[in-house]
């Protein structure tokens, strides 16, 4: 193995890592066709930087898991959302094959965070109360990708790609409000 396998190893563990902290483990697969509808998205943080954790390690939490927060949200619902997610660079749009998307509820805990990922810093794991709020699937190989299930609500999504021009990871979060049973299309890219 080379050192630059051994260093690129830890990267690519980032978006399942990233899922983790966001909140959750649930999977569903990409699938079929679903009706598209813009998004109303908000890009948070504008230019983050390289996404790679501190070799310090994982940075202490600072917001305790808030159990009234939690409790007054579902954990699935009727509601789906499916995109794309995609990085620009400078030779064009790279796709995000077999990336991990998540979708975690926007809470003072996930934001804390979004806010770290997007500093590039990795916090310590998530409340295993949290995770369970999360949900995550895979892109397929052109960066697609499908969540159904999911409640009604405010959430933070979020995937990271490694742009090929300086071999960096970068991660990428928008928000996103779904109604009950609603369908949303997200470009999901930076």
């Known amino acids: 193995m080379t050192s630059d396998t051994k260093r690129a190893m830890p990267r690519s563990c980032l978006p399942i890592l990233l899922g983790m902290i966001l909140g959750g483990c649930q ?20 230019e983050a930087p390289d996404a790679t954790p501190s070799s310090e390690g994982r940075v202490p939490r600072q917001v305790a898991f808030p159990a009234d927060e939690y ?7 009727n509601a789906a959302l ?40 990795s916090v310590a794991p998530a409340d295993p109360r949290a995770r369970a709020y999360t949900h995550t699937t895979r892109t397929d190989a052109d960066g697609y990708f499908v969540l159904r299930g999911l409640p009604a609500g405010n959430f933070y999504v979020s995937a990271s790609l490694v ?20 369908h949303r299309e997200l470009q999901l890219n930076r």
Request: overall charge negative; hydrophobic content about 35%; charged content about 25%.
């Open 27 to 46: 999977m569903l697969p990409p699938d079929g066709a679903t009706r598209r509808e813009p998004a109303e998205v908000i890009d948070i943080g504008g």
């Open 163 to 182: 742009d090929p021009s300086d071999g960096r990871r970068r991660i990428i979060i928008h928000q996103v409000s779904l109604s009950e049973g609603q």
């Open 82 to 121: 499916s995109g794309r997610l995609t990085l620009d660079t400078a030779a064009g749009s790279v796709a995000g094959d077999a990336q991990t998307v998540s979708v975690a509820p926007i809470t003072t805990y996930s934001a804390e965070a979004a806010e770290q990922a997007l500093a590039g810093r």
């Open 71 to 77: 409790a007054d949200l579902e954990k699935t619902g």
